[in-house]
């Protein structure tokens, strides 16, 4: 058995493991699987119509030169379906509706190709050679990668940039993909590349599913007691409490209470995300807590406030104008809803001189003391 063969088999293989591993799987959405299910699907079919491509090539026979053709015409037709079908993983299939009408023009002409020679020819010899209009498939490829870029680059702002190298390794991988089917057309691997990435992305959702509230969109408290341990830099915790939220719930609804959780939370991400990472702890609780270096200037005052169980207090410039911002936001977001609840906020450094979760507490100290002072 030659080198190609065996990464074929081992690819068939992967992805029909993958497949029964989707059907088990709780980690991630019912959509979120069938479109995985979807993806591995069609790298499984890629990977055998290269193999038997690949078998056939060179071999005499008018049967088998139509045979090579239509498998041709195949793989070429659903590499492009696969880098949609990533970027409909997390985005509206109903926004992807032109990337699907570009890959089902490029379907046709592949297997237009067969009779016309548009894409790719296959000649008298059963060999494979690149069309007048082969420039349209490398297009089209083109084209399906700059749309998966930017979806990738908007979940990686979703999921505040965790993560991040996996995205770009998903990337690479389908880019070298259609690189080397540039450079050498002959040389058809598509499946590989395709199924690490496919592999790639799975690892991505899966760990997202774990860290992120499903809820509000927001890092989840497992989280957040995770990274907390992590912080080894100078940085601002900032901690939100909604107010009277069980009043709300109780008044409209759990369902209501739900939505206005989301919208503040999406203000808090929209305000603190270029700054920080912003976490759900609690029911109706939130803490962002800042990225390294993006503090700025800030000063330990004497707390002037009597009976408080902190002496030192910081005031910071950007602390003080991004609190503000987000105040400005929900007075903004309560012109078109009312029954928006209030937030309480404070906020604090961390120096490294001691722990973090004291840090976070000063904060949550900080915002109760607002709250009671309304």
């Given at each position: 058995m030659d080198y190609f063969t065996?990464?074929?088999?081992?690819?068939?293989?992967?992805?029909?493991?993958?497949?029964?591993?989707?059907?088990?799987?709780?980690?991630?959405?019912?959509?979120?699987?069938?479109?995985?299910?979807?993806?591995?699907?069609?790298?499984?079919?890629?990977?055998?119509?290269?193999?038997?491509?690949?078998?056939?090539?060179?071999?005499?026979?008018?049967?088998?030169?139509?045979?090579?053709?239509?498998?041709?015409?195949?793989?070429?037709?659903?590499?492009?379906?696969?880098?949609?079908?990533?970027?409909?993983?997390?985005?509206?299939?109903?926004?992807?509706?032109?990337?699907?009408?570009?890959?089902?023009?490029?379907?046709?002409?592949?297997?237009?190709?067969?009779?016309?020679?548009?894409?790719?020819?296959?000649?008298?010899?059963?060999?494979?050679?690149?069309?007048?209009?082969?420039?349209?498939?490398?297009?089209?490829?083109?084209?399906?990668?700059?749309?998966?870029?930017?979806?990738?680059?908007?979940?990686?702002?979703?999921?505040?940039?965790?993560?991040?190298?996996?995205?770009?390794?998903?990337?690479?991988?389908?880019?070298?993909?259609?690189?080397?089917?540039?450079?050498?057309p002959n040389l058809k691997a598509e499946w590989l590349g395709f199924s690490f990435a496919g592999l790639l992305y799975y690892i991505y959702f899966t760990d997202a599913a774990l860290v992120v509230d499903p809820v509000t969109g927001l890092l989840s408290r497992k989280c957040y007691d995770s990274f907390i341990r992590q912080v080894n830099y100078v940085a601002a915790a900032v901690y939100f409490d909604i107010d009277d939220m069980g009043e709300l719930n109780e008044d409209f609804g759990r369902t209501f209470g739900d939505q206005m959780m989301k919208e503040i939370a999406g203000c808090i991400r929209e305000i603190y995300g270029p700054?920080?990472?912003?976490?759900?702890?609690?029911?109706?609780?939130?803490?962002?807590?800042?990225?390294?270096?993006?503090?700025?200037?800030?000063?330990?005052?004497?707390?002037?406030?009597?009976?408080?169980?902190?002496a030192k207090i910081e005031r910071s410039p950007l602390l003080l104008k991004l609190k503000n911002d987000f105040f400005d936001a929900l007075r903004k977001m309560r012109q078109s809803e009312e029954n928006l609840p209030d937030v309480s906020a404070g906020y604090a450094v961390y120096c490294m001189d001691d722990p973090m979760e004291y840090v976070v507490e000063k904060a949550c100290h900080l915002a109760r003391r607002e709250y009671k002072d309304k």
């Open positions: 065996s990464l074929s088999l081992l690819t068939v293989a992967g992805m029909i493991v993958m497949l029964i591993c989707l059907r088990r799987t709780i980690n991630i959405t019912e959509v979120s699987r069938r479109g995985f299910v979807f993806s591995f699907s069609l790298i499984l079919a890629i990977s055998l119509a290269g193999l038997l491509s690949y078998y056939i090539s060179g071999k005499n026979g008018n049967a088998l030169c139509t045979v090579h053709g239509l498998l041709t015409a195949t793989e070429m037709s659903l590499s492009p379906i696969v880098v949609i079908a990533f970027s409909s993983l997390t985005k509206d299939r109903k926004k992807l509706r032109m990337s699907w009408y570009v890959i089902a023009a490029n379907a046709i002409m592949e297997f237009l190709s067969l009779q016309y020679g548009f894409i790719f020819t296959i000649d008298s010899e059963n060999e494979f050679h690149r069309g007048k209009y082969y420039a349209v498939y490398i297009a089209v490829c083109a084209y399906v990668v700059i749309v998966l870029f930017r979806e990738v680059m908007r979940v990686n702002r979703k999921f505040q940039g965790r993560n991040r190298e996996t995205l770009l390794a998903i990337m690479a991988m389908i880019v070298l993909e259609f690189g080397i089917q540039l450079l050498s700054y920080g990472y912003c976490f759900r702890i609690k029911d109706d609780e939130f803490v962002v807590i800042f990225r390294k270096n993006r503090l700025g200037e800030f000063e330990s005052v004497d707390n002037d406030e009597e009976d408080e169980d902190y």
